[in-house]
């Protein structure tokens, strides 16, 4: 499966974006899915995510009540709409799949597949 990140640019404060990560394949019903963000000289960290088959999500606290990760089925995409943005949501966007619905690990590697990423700016 290959991940692609994409939706990504210069953006004011205060305004929006909506990122998506096409999958080449059809996701299995039992993944999960997530967001990673990476601010400059910062590590990677988790956003958000959601299983794909019940589409129970997770966010951040970073971004909780800013930002909402859905999918369209049909699409094979996962899609992170972005508002309220603020300089801090400056970082590379990516997204991964895991093969397992079971928990949301924070943790970036233990992913099965993990696309390139995204820029996001956001002005001041």
């Known amino acids: 499966v290959q991940l692609q990140a994409s939706g990504g640019g210069l953006v004011q404060a205060g305004g929006s974006l909506r990122l998506a990560c096409a999958a080449s394949?059809?996701?299995?019903?039992?993944?999960?899915m997530a967001w990673f963000r990476q601010p400059p000289g910062k590590e990677r960290e988790l956003i958000s995510a959601l299983t794909w088959r019940t589409g129970v999500t997770y966010y951040a606290d970073s971004v909780k009540g800013r930002f909402t990760i859905s999918r369209d089925n049909a699409k094979n995409t996962l899609y992170l709409q972005m508002t309220s943005l603020k300089p801090d949501d400056t970082a590379v966007y990516y997204c991964?799949?895991?093969?397992?619905?079971?928990?949301?690990?924070?943790?970036?590697?233990?992913?099965?597949?993990r696309g390139r990423g995204t820029q996001v700016t956001v002005s001041s």
């Open positions: 394949t059809r996701f299995l019903s039992s993944s999960k």
């Open positions: 991964a799949a895991d093969r397992t619905a079971s928990g949301f690990s924070s943790d970036w590697y233990n992913y099965d597949y």
